[in-house]
């Protein structure tokens, strides 16, 4: 079946560090990913997306891109800052999934980033 | 766009009461989701409607979780009776095409 796997937490780093979370994922075809960013006492927000092979969806410094023959969807940001606190998620959407539009989630990774 | 409202916010309830958190989603959203977190499991999907029908339930843990959308601006997530395992935030979120849109979720309790 379809899955989601992510780096486990926490990751802890300093302002200006490069950051990367890992997310592989199994699944017939190609499907659509995604990577959710939840702040401290807030819902999840949608961070960024990819729906193809070698797109590479970025947003607020973030980038991450659709690798399949490696399966892997990995988030990376070259300098993070403290407002970068929060828990990320890895999602993906089956291909052929017509009307089914529930996503997939990892269990999400919690970063810190230290002053 | 006020976003997905969902209330309350938080929810302290003794066991065994019954107990019905409600969200709005975006209007004109035409999914609705219903989800679960919690640091043991993660994020669960509960139920999704499309177009206020329910479209798929199997995450729904019990025949103590009952949700309904009555019409496009509302929904409601009942648990009766309520159990501590339920302590959870629970999350709304809605959709039209693009990603989901989260409420900031309700904190239950159950003591």
């Known amino acids: 079946g379809n899955s989601v796997t992510q780096m486990e937490g926490p990751v802890t780093l300093s302002e200006e560090a490069f950051l990367t979370i890992n997310c592989t994922y199994t699944?017939?075809?190609?499907?659509?990913l995604f990577w959710y960013v939840q702040y401290p006492g807030e819902g999840l927000q949608l961070l960024l997306k990819?729906?193809?092979a070698d797109d590479k969806g970025s947003n607020k410094g973030f980038e991450a891109t659709y690798r399949k023959e490696t399966t892997s969807f990995h988030l990376e940001k070259g300098s993070v800052q403290v407002s970068d606190s929060a828990v990320y998620f890895c999602a993906l959407r089956a291909p052929n999934a017509g009307n089914n539009r529930k996503l997939i989630w990892g269990l999400g990774t919690s970063l810190a980033v230290n002053p | 766009d006020a976003g997905v409202i969902q209330s309350p916010r938080h929810e302290v309830t003794e066991m065994g009461q019954e107990v019905t958190l409600r969200c709005k989603p975006i209007s004109g959203h035409d999914y609705l989701f219903w989800y679960r977190q919690t640091m043991m499991r993660g994020l669960e999907l509960l139920i999704y409607?499309?177009?206020?029908?329910?479209?798929?339930d199997s995450g729904m843990p019990e025949d103590r979780f009952s949700a309904k959308m009555p019409n496009a601006s509302f929904s409601t997530l009942k648990i009766q009776p309520s159990e501590p395992r339920d302590s959870a935030v629970y999350f709304c979120a809605s959709k039209k095409g693009g990603g989901y849109t989260f409420g900031s979720g309700t904190r239950l309790t159950v003591v």
């Open positions: 699944a017939t075809g190609y499907p659509s």
């Open positions: 990819a729906t193809k």
């Open positions: 409607f499309n177009n206020n029908v329910p479209i798929d």
